[in-house]
């Protein structure tokens, strides 16, 4: 496949008795690291726009890349050389990178058969919720797959509750909805946007609209979190990073039909 630029929307609404709610634009790209890349975007190397093994798959800054993805689905029984694999990610820019959340992803018959979102929080912690059908039937936009929170990632939320996770991705368009839940309290978070082929016109274009990348998503994070202090939001300091690498989804919800 070709280097896909996702020019995407992210939403953030807090539930609970202190709302906050927000939205702003982000740039992801989706592929499979082997396929040649816009000039404006190189792999393993320095460029206005990176992706770089070492970011991804497997412990922070000592990534292994596809490798690992490879490894964690044939572990699981998962026949990965029958599939499509996938990163769907946010590219360093310039020099700086920064994931709040990346997403592995395995497809079959173009269709979502296993996914891996791999989180990152501001205090340098990693965690990947592993998410499949225990068949590993296709996942529908409609089946919610359900994990336990294990990793402090927002300083204002407990690590506690669950993470909801709906997943869609045709050929179109990816959509991806993470709800999550501490009894009356949580937050949703989605990521939609359309599928296009990456160009140096379009990357150039996300540098010029979004200037600095992750720097800037990062920043907003930052601003949005002193808002909540502002508001007076309960403070969790810093937790203790979780002691295994990966939890996999523990109960699996379907819409009716």
Known sequence: MQMEHIQARTLHARRGTLKNVFSYGVDFVLTDLEEATPRLMSRNRFNLWSLWDRHHGGARRGGQGMAWFREVLDSRGFQSEAAQLLLLTQPSFLWFHFNPVSFWIALIDGTPRAFVAEVNNTFGQRHCYF????????????????????????????????????????????????????GDKGVLATLSGHRRIATDKSLMWAAARRPFGALRV?????????KLYLKRAPFLKRQPAPTKAITVSQNLGRASE
């Open 218 to 226: 990062l920043a907003l994070i930052h601003w949005q979190a002193a």
């Open 131 to 182: 998410c499949a059908h225990e068949d590993f039937r296709t996942i529908r936009p409609a089946d919610t797959l359900i994990a336990e929170k294990i990793m402090h990632v927002s300083p204002f939320q407990r690590v506690s509750g669950v993470y909801r996770f709906n997943f869609n991705i045709s050929e179109t368009k990816i959509d991806i909805r993470i709800s999550f839940e501490d």
